[in-house]
Every structure is written in C-alpha cells, then in structure tokens.
C-alpha cells in the first residue's frame, strides 16, 4: 500500500512565522504535490516537482516555496505565514495518473 | 479562473437514491478524467478515472458518464448507501510534466438512512 505522510495534522502559527510542512512517501514515486483545499475552491495546486531538485510553480505559488533534496521528501515553506494562508494542506504522489494524498495538515494562521 | 465546474456544492439523498454530480471542463488538451472520493480526516482517494476514448465507465455502484463534444462529464452513484457520504472531486489532466490535475470545487454528498 502507498503511504504518504504529513508532518502535522494540526498546526498553529502566528502571522509572520516561517513555517514548514513535511512530506514524505514510501513508493518511490517521481511526482510530488501540494495542494490546499478551501470550501468551495476544491484542491488548488500550490507547486509540484516531477524530480529531486526539480520544482514547477503550480496555480497558486504566491507566498510559497518548496524543497525537494530527495525522492522521497518534499517540502512546504511558508516564509511569512498570514492570515489568508489558513487552510488545509494536502500532499500528494504519483508515478503515473493516479494520485495518492496524505491525510492533511490544518493550518490555523492567528 | 476555474478550468473544471462542478455542480451541486451539496446533495443530500435517501438511501438507495442516485446522486448525479457534474462537471464541465474547458481545455480540450485535457484527456484523464478522474473522480476522487473524501471521507472527513482523510486525504481524498482515487474512485473511478475515464479517459475520452470511451462515453461510460462502472466500477461496482459508482458510473462515470463522458460527453466530449459538450466537454462535460458526470458521476451517478447507483443505490446509494449512507457509507458513500463523502466529499466527491471530479478533476481533469492533460499530458503534461508531472501529470498535474486540475480539480472542481467538490460536492458534498450525503446519504440518509
């Protein structure tokens, strides 16, 4: 079974912090995502990388950035958390079309 | 901009009723069509996936319905049960690096006994 784990299902910061969301997946799997998922809006895909070191900007990168050192760790960082990045943060993998989701970290930005 | 609509946000059914949640794609490079399936606390999880070779698609109870020259694409779950109440994504890929999917808002099912 594909396991895809986030650091945190809970998480709460202050505007301003430096925040950082881990990922990790057990297959081998080149694809990694993040998405954050607000009702009504769906997943929005915040960046993805299709290799170690390689990373694509998504539809919503604005505010930020992600690591990718090795295949099976990818990254979230929120360099100056605020108010408006408060959502639920979804990790996924894939090798192929089909993609495997972590369970989630709520992020509660004060 | 929303490449993928879907509609209802919300349905609510009695048992063995058969919700129908649509979506409209506008991108014709788009050629993966999957459903993802939600259950609260958890990440969403692959349901059924239809590609645009062919216009219907069962797995068990759960039918995906394919119409490409109106770029729009449906789910019916047939005999609904209160288990299926979920949040259901219809999402949309084309062959692009990483196989990236643009996902709808989600619909809220649920299924009373």
């Known amino acids: 079974d594909v396991k895809v784990t986030q650091s945190s299902r809970y998480l709460v910061k202050r505007t301003g912090e430096k925040v950082f969301l881990e990922c990790v997946q057990d297959?081998?799997?080149?694809?990694m995502f993040w998405y954050r998922q607000d009702p009504g809006l769906g997943l929005r895909l915040i960046y993805f990388?299709?290799?170690?070191?390689?990373?694509e900007k998504g539809d919503i990168p604005e505010g930020y950035s992600v690591s990718r050192e090795k295949k099976e760790r990818f990254s979230l960082i929120l360099e100056s958390a605020s108010t408006n990045q408060t959502s639920m943060y979804l990790c996924?993998?894939?090798?192929?079309?089909?993609?495997?989701f972590g369970p989630g970290t709520r992020l509660t930005v004060t | 901009q929303q490449q993928v609509k879907q509609s209802p946000q919300s349905l609510i059914v009695q048992k063995g009723g058969i919700p129908i949640i649509n979506c409209a794609y506008e991108?014709?490079?788009?050629?993966?069509f999957p459903w993802y399936q939600q259950f609260p606390g958890k990440g969403p999880a692959l349901l059924i996936a239809?590609?645009?070779?062919?216009s219907e698609k069962k797995e068990g109870r759960f039918t995906i319905s394919f119409n490409k020259s109106a770029k729009q694409f449906s789910l019916h779950i047939m005999d609904s049960q209160p288990g299926d109440s979920a949040t259901y994504f219809c999402?949309?890929?084309?062959?692009?690096?990483?196989?990236?999917?643009?996902f709808g808002g989600g619909t809220r099912v649920l299924v009373k006994p």
């Open positions: 999402a949309a890929s084309g062959e692009t690096a990483g196989n990236k999917l643009t």
């Open positions: 990388s299709y290799d170690v070191k390689m990373k």
């Open positions: 991108n014709t490079a788009f050629d993966y």
């Open positions: 297959m081998d799997h080149e694809n």
């Open positions: 239809i590609r645009p070779d062919v």
């Open positions: 996924a993998s894939s090798l192929r079309d089909e993609q495997y």
